[in-house]
T-cell receptor, first 111, second 116 residues
Framework: SQQGEEDPQALSIQEGENATMNCSYK?????LQWYRQNSGRGLVHLIL?????REKHSGRLRVTLDTSKKSSSLLITASRAADTASYFC???????????FGQGTRLTINP | DTEVTQTPKHLVMGMTNKKSLKCEQH?????MYWYKQKAKKPPELMFV???????INESVPSRFSPECPNSSLLNLHLHALQPEDSALYLC???????????????FGSGTRLTVV
């Protein structure tokens, strides 16, 4: 079963602009993670935010988590053509060591 | 070694065939996972192994049979599959979660399976 929704489903922006993706989930979680997937191959772990954290940064990535609204956002600043990929949020539910993925956002960066 | 290696990368099999997918990691991770991903969809969890024991089976049909021979290897045995089982099969591993400390998962590049 899937955890929730990602918004938007697809996003197309110009290189250099910022990209924001949102994720909502349904259950209580231990942590929320973001992954990137290029062309239907393996997923690459980008960043993990724990349930007691509100914001986290890693390079050009900024993640926020609002557990009261059961939502998260991923901001990619100064986008590059190489950022073109699908981005998935995934939650690790309390009491269960498993990741449940959102529907994903397909991001296209136009040169 | 910080990778999860999956073989083969591509597999075409008939509905009466028996085949196996292999996954290997040497990071000392004690949790390993199989996910199935259809085109333009998110990965869906199939199985979780924790310390070489099956801990989660997400109601997967018995034509998929997982096996964890040791802490580094995870297999998925396939038998009498249907065309709708065609998908990308992803293996992942992670350290066991400790209270208050969590880790990202490391995914392999997947096996693209086509059932004809």
């Amino acid at each position: 079963s899937q955890q929730g929704e990602e918004d938007p489903q697809a996003l197309s922006i110009q290189e250099g602009e910022n990209a924001t993706m949102n994720c909502s989930y349904k259950t209580s979680i231990n942590n929320l993670q973001w992954y990137r997937q290029n062309s239907g191959r393996g997923l690459v772990h980008l960043i993990l935010i724990r349930s007691n954290e509100r914001e986290k940064h890693s390079g050009r990535l900024r993640v926020t988590l609002d557990t009261s609204k059961k939502s998260s956002s991923l901001l990619i600043t100064a986008s590059r053509a190489a950022d073109t990929a699908s981005y998935f949020c995934a939650t690790e539910e309390q009491g269960a060591q498993k990741l449940v993925f959102g529907q994903g956002t397909r991001l296209t960066i136009n040169p | 070694d910080t990778e999860v290696t999956q073989t083969p990368k591509h597999l075409v099999m008939g509905m009466t065939n028996k085949k196996s997918l292999k996954c290997e990691q040497h990071m000392g991770h004690r949790a390993m996972y199989w996910y199935k991903q259809k085109a333009k969809k998110p990965p869906e969890l199939m199985f979780v192994y924790s310390y070489e024991k099956l801990s989660i089976n997400e109601s997967v049909p018995s034509r998929f049979s997982p096996e964890c021979p040791n802490s580094s290897l995870l297999n998925l045995h396939l038998h009498a599959l249907q065309p709708e089982d065609s998908a990308l099969y992803l293996c992942a591993s992670s350290p066991q979660s400790q209270t208050g400390y969590f880790y990202g998962y490391t995914f392999g590049s997947g096996t693209r399976l086509t059932v004809v």
